[in-house]
């Protein structure tokens, strides 16, 4: 007996919406470095920013497959575990 979750397009839209938000940070972020970088910061400060973007982004990709009803707007496809996706993206 098969069982699809039913999302309601309100959903979609809360998930996609939280999800442009996550692209706006690491877009953020990408600035930030940047304008460290263009003002000669302190290497380490730089290297402390991009381990967090990369955090940042992995979170991204774990959130677009968690939900991939965002991605796949038909949806039907089985979800994949988190604690697998994390694994993907070398993530504790």
Excluded at 53 to 72: P, T, W
């Amino acid at each position: 007996m098969s069982t699809k979750k039913v999302v309601s397009q309100k959903d979609k839209e809360v998930v996609k919406e939280k999800i442009l938000n996550r692209i706006s940070r690491v877009e953020g972020q990408l600035k930030g470095i940047r304008r460290m970088v263009e003002e000669q910061k302190e290497c380490i400060d730089i290297i402390t920013q991009i381990t967090a973007i990369r955090e940042a982004v992995s979170m991204l990709g774990i959130e677009l497959l968690k939900n991939d009803f965002v991605c796949n707007w038909e949806g039907g496809k089985k979800k994949i575990d988190e604690k697998y996706l994390k694994s993907l993206f070398k993530m504790k």
